[in-house]
T-cell receptor, first 113, second 119 residues
Framework: QQQVKQSPQSLIVQKGGIPIINCAYE??????FPWYQQFPGKGPALLIA?????SEKKEGRFTISFNKSAKQFSLHIMDSQPGDSATYFC????????????FGQGTRLTINP | EPEVTQTPSHQVTQMGQEVILRCVPI?????FYWYRQILGQKVEFLVS????????KSEIFDDQFSVERPDGSNFTLKIRSTKLEDSAMYFC?????????????????FGEGSRLTVL
């Protein structure tokens, strides 16, 4: 019930392509859905986040699409660049004080030049 | 830019030894966290700390683990008697506020992690 399932595990895209990473959850109490970007040797860094009252959120080249009825959300990266190569984690938490984030398994994204 | 700093960056210890991992959260933040990431796996929540007490902990955070804010700047994670399966990257994080009430004010800032290797 507490799991967040993420796919694919790894993804290779050519520069300029649009990688899409998908996540699914079961817990209907989840109310906050962030995406984190992690470079090797670094901690995760917040990329973009969404709450279920909207179906899409865009920040720069990054877009989250959210489907509340299907309990799925996805990250799209427009005009992908080699510098976007990193591991991406989706996460979810309930709307409460502290952020007890439940992370997905991660997607290792490689953008080829 | 303010950041969460962690020490040590890497610690090697023998099974059964005590380990203390240290963190300096961002100065005006009120919520503090420890997460861990076993090599190649997902990041897992360990514990959250607010107002000088644990606000929530996971099943992983058993009696071998403890957290402390010994002064106004440091936040520590102690593992009393390390096991092989405690080998992981431990991330400290902090946030200015929580998520309550639907307001998106609680961005979580992670440190670069402390890699713990238990032999």
């Amino acid at each position: 019930q507490q799991q967040v399932k993420q796919s694919p595990q790894s993804l290779i895209v050519q520069k300029g392509g649009i990688p899409i990473i998908n996540c699914a959850y079961e817990n209907t109490a989840f109310d906050y859905f962030p995406w984190y970007q992690q470079f090797p040797g670094k901690g995760p860094a917040l990329l973009i986040a969404i709450r279920p009252d909207v179906s899409e959120k865009k920040e720069g080249r990054f877009t989250i699409s959210f489907n509340k009825s299907a309990k799925q959300f996805s990250l799209h990266i427009m005009d992908s660049q080699p510098g976007d190569s990193a591991t991406y984690f989706c996460a979810a938490s309930e709307d409460q004080g502290a952020q007890k984030l439940v992370f997905g398994q991660g997607t290792r994204l490689t953008i080829n030049p | 830019e303010p950041e969460v700093t962690q020490t040590p960056s890497h610690q090697v210890t023998q099974m059964g030894q005590e380990v203390i991992l240290r963190c300096v959260p961002i100065s005006n933040h009120l919520y503090f966290y420890w997460y861990r990431q076993i090599l190649g796996q997902k990041v897992e929540f360990l514990v959250s700390f607010y107002n000088n007490e644990i606000s929530e902990k996971s099943e992983i955070f058993d009696d071998q683990f403890s957290v402390e804010r010994p002064d106004g700047s440091n936040f520590t994670l102690k593992i009393r008697s390390t096991k092989l399966e405690d080998s992981a990257m431990y991330f400290c994080a902090s946030s200015e506020a929580g998520l309550a009430g639907g307001s998106y004010t609680g961005e979580l800032f992670f440190g670069e992690g402390s890699r713990l290797t238990v032999l």
